[in-house]
């Protein structure tokens, strides 16, 4: 996978000083960069609660795992080009400090794009991203205390501040609790990575932020391939229909997709290649429209 696709999947906005040019040309008129049209589907709906919940507990799980590495651990290499666990971890609070560095700024007038459209945008910035990441890897030896402070700090904005507030981000104007259900995306696909590369880690995924970032990307390909001849089946959380043909509307579906929540993910953010998915009997496709690798990753 290259380094550019994977730190660029890794999603987190880009850190304090970015110009709010940067974040509306990235955001307002996604549908005219990206080429695809607005989902007219009703898009689906989070609990705002269970979601903050999920952000909290995925991100401890985290922390407590961080807390027991060793030197030599935070040296090993990740699947993100370069990077090593040390920076891959100073990423993931990266990734949750957005949330601050988001309410630092002013409210944007309006709500401009859907939180199913957010994969779309991440992949700008991803140079920036990367050297901020390793900037902050080095600012922060202490990473268990780093995370504690982000931790700290992230509860006391979440009492202080409604879920409508508006935040202006990489991909447009979102309310607080839409962004912190791409938070969930976030911390389950680098919880992923850290996995990935310290053997025998094991660090546990919250339920509720499996189910939240596995939903997210399943409704980011129907917004990607509207339609209804096939239908994508992530159990048990999310099953979407997409791709233009004839629609299908009751019995067997004809083009049907089905695999567990963290393959979709991985294929969702090019950490997994269709093919491989498919050779190795991690995704099931039946039908002449079930085939989705030119479709795959939706964050690139």
């Not at 000083?17 to 005219?32: I, K, M, Q």
């Not at 402070?149 to 309310?175: F, I, N, Y």
């Not at 997709?257 to 496709?285: C, N, Q, Y």
Request: glycine share 8%; aromatic share 4%.
């Amino acid at each position: 996978m290259p380094a550019a696709r994977a730190v660029a999947a890794g999603c987190a906005p880009a850190p304090a000083g970015t110009s709010p040019v940067f974040a509306r040309r990235a955001g307002a008129g996604l549908h005219r960069l990206t080429g695809m049209p607005p989902a007219k589907k009703r898009a689906r709906s989070y609990d705002p609660a269970r979601t903050r919940a999920a952000v909290l507990a995925q991100f401890t799980h985290v922390s407590e795992a961080v807390r027991g590495l060793t030197p030599g651990q935070l040296a090993l290499p990740t699947r993100l080009g370069d990077w090593t666990v040390r920076e891959l971890v100073a990423h993931i609070g990266m990734a949750v400090t957005a949330v601050h560095r988001a309410l630092d700024r002013p409210a944007p007038p309006r709500q401009d794009v859907t939180v199913a459209e957010w994969p779309f945008a991440t992949s700008a910035g991803s140079a920036a991203i990367a050297e901020f990441t390793r900037k902050l890897a080095i600012e922060h030896p202490d990473l268990d205390a780093y995370l504690t402070d982000v931790d700290r700090g992230l509860r006391a904005l979440l009492d202080e501040h409604p879920g409508s507030r508006l935040l202006e981000t990489t991909a447009g104007a979102l309310p607080l609790d839409d962004y912190l259900v791409t938070r969930t995306v976030e911390l389950v696909v680098h919880t992923d990575d850290l996995n990935a590369a310290v053997d025998g880690l094991d660090v546990p995924y919250d339920r509720q932020a499996l189910a939240a970032a596995t939903r997210l990307l399943a409704d980011a390909l129907a917004v990607k391939a509207p339609g209804g001849s096939t239908e994508v089946r992530v159990p048990p959380y999310a099953v979407v229909q997409c791709v233009e043909g004839p629609r299908h509307t009751r019995g067997t579906p004809p083009n049907v997709v089905e695999t567990d929540p963290l393959t979709w993910i991985r294929l969702a953010t090019g950490r997994l290649a269709w093919p491989d998915a498919l050779e190795e009997a991690k995704v099931s496709a039946s039908g002449e429209r079930a085939d989705l690798g030119n479709l795959l990753p939706l964050m690139s």
